[in-house]
């Protein structure tokens, strides 16, 4: 069984012309369901986050700031987006929508999830587009309950996991390894258990050496019972906000790589969409299948 993870409330609701591309939740499914895709997965919906749950990772003040609706205009302009209950709602399901994808890749192998890799989330403040941090959550979650002892947060997002290598500085059981574009966002860059910085304009082959020795590298520092991947794709030639030069094809290179590596290990791996940024959200949408495609090939490969 392959899950894919989503839920029809996904999409944030924000004035015309902002950056974030408000409606590639949907449109996501759209693609995938107009490349006939869907069929090989199971599709699922999580439930909401509970605020109590939450405070694992995120300090209480915010998340019930978030709730709430009493973030100060500070706070909106770090974390760049115009509060709403619906982005209030979606924010509580899609952490648990990453923690879903995550127990579901226990069972079965592998599953993704259609929203997630918030990763500039920190413990007290939301940051970057990212309300909480679902990465740090769900890998916290499953150690508490003891479905797992070891995690291994690989994010591939062009921008470094700045909120999640600090949300789990002191947690040397929850590995978090960036592959980032050092010129990018943010400025001021955390320590993840293995930062890996990436000039810009690198294209398909610089990028794809990079990940390979990034593999050889993790497989002598961390085996992990889980890998929860951070498939951005605003590495992108395209992306709006990303500096690399990353072709479709190097995207589809990095996801099959990447899946493969682990599964022939028998390392359950889910898969977050993360981060990708353009006027055509269609565009948009599109490289975001790419990791879908990837887990139904590997899927089907056994
Ligand atoms: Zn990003």
Redesign the pocket.
């Known amino acids: 069984m392959l899950s894919l993870v989503t839920h029809p409330a996904y999409d944030i609701p924000l004035p015309d012309g902002h950056r974030f591309p408000s409606t590639k939740f949907s449109r996501l499914i759209a693609r995938l369901d107009r490349d006939g895709i869907t069929s090989a997965f199971t599709s699922l919906q999580p439930d909401p986050a509970g605020r109590t749950d939450l405070w694992r990772t995120q300090s209480a003040s915010y998340v019930d700031a978030v709730a709430a609706g009493t973030l100060d205009s500070e706070a909106l302009r770090v974390l760049g987006l115009t509060w709403s209950q619906v982005l209030a709602n979606r924010s509580f399901l899609a952490v648990n929508g990453t923690l879903l994808a995550a127990r579901q890749a226990l069972c079965h192998g592998l599953a993704c999830h259609a929203a997630g890799g918030t990763h500039h989330a920190h413990h007290g403040h939301g940051a970057g587009y990212c309300v909480f941090n679902d990465l740090a959550y769900s890998a916290v979650r499953l150690v508490d309950e003891g479905a797992v002892r070891r995690v291994l947060i690989l994010d591939c997002?062009?921008?470094q996991g700045d909120g999640t290598a600090r949300i789990l500085a002191d947690r040397p059981d929850l590995f978090t390894c960036s592959l980032h574009c050092k010129a990018n966002y943010p400025a001021r860059k955390a320590t993840s258990d293995l930062d890996v910085e990436i000039d810009r304009h690198a294209d398909d082959a610089a990028y794809l050496d990079i990940l390979h020795d990034t593999l050889r590298r993790l497989q002598d520092m961390i085996t992990p019972d889980l890998v929860i991947y951070d498939a951005?794709v605003?590495i992108h030639e395209g992306d709006r906000?990303g500096l690399l030069a990353v072709s479709y094809d190097g995207i589809r290179q990095r996801d099959a790589t990447v899946l493969r590596h682990f599964r022939s290990r028998g390392i359950p791996v889910a898969t977050v969409i993360?981060?990708g940024y353009g006027t055509d959200l269609d565009e948009v949408a599109y490289r975001h299948s790419l990791v879908f495609h990837a887990a139904a090939a590997e899927h089907a490969a056994g």
Request: aromatic residues 0%; charged residues 25%; proline residues 0%.
């Open positions: 997002d062009v921008h951005g605003d906000l993360g981060g």
